[in-house]
Nanobody
Framework: QVHVVESGGGLVQPGGSLRLSCEAP????????IGWFRQAPGKEREGVSC????????YYAESVKGRFTISRDNAKNTVYLQMDSLKPEDTAVYYC?????????????????WGQGTQVTVSS
């Protein structure tokens, strides 16, 4: 069982930045594909970004491409989602999830273990 924990959410003004962290105490995140997802009130969960095992290539949804960056720090056993140029429509609960596929995707069905989520609110 992988226990996934997200952190780093908060309130930020439009155009601002936040960095989300994904950790899994007791597990080695580099063994897993990692996906970031979000769910806004009244909307379905959507995939935001993912990164393959080890130093796998990242993938981004069109809505965040050029603004969000996913990265790994294997020494810290942490995966980050750097979010820049935030917009009000980025407001959502953000979830981190682990999967075992060699190549990542932003399909939620590819992931087995999920965190509880962290709230991101973009508002002036």
């Amino acid at each position: 069982q992988v226990h996934v924990v997200e952190s780093g959410g908060g309130l930020v003004q439009p155009g601002g930045s936040l960095r989300l962290s994904c950790e899994a105490p007791g597990s080695t995140l580099s063994y897993y594909t990692i996906g970031w997802f979000r769910q806004a009130p009244g909307k379905e969960r959507e995939g935001v970004s993912c990164i393959g095992k080890g130093d796998g290539n990242p993938y981004y949804a069109e809505s965040v491409k050029g603004r969000f960056t996913i990265s790994r720090d294997n020494a810290k056993n942490t995966v980050y989602l750097q979010m820049d140029s935030l917009k009000p429509e980025d407001t959502a609960v953000y979830y981190c999830a682990t999967g075992i596929d060699r190549i990542c995707s932003i399909s939620s069905g590819s992931y087995d273990h999920w965190g509880q989520g962290t709230q991101v609110t973009v508002s002036s």
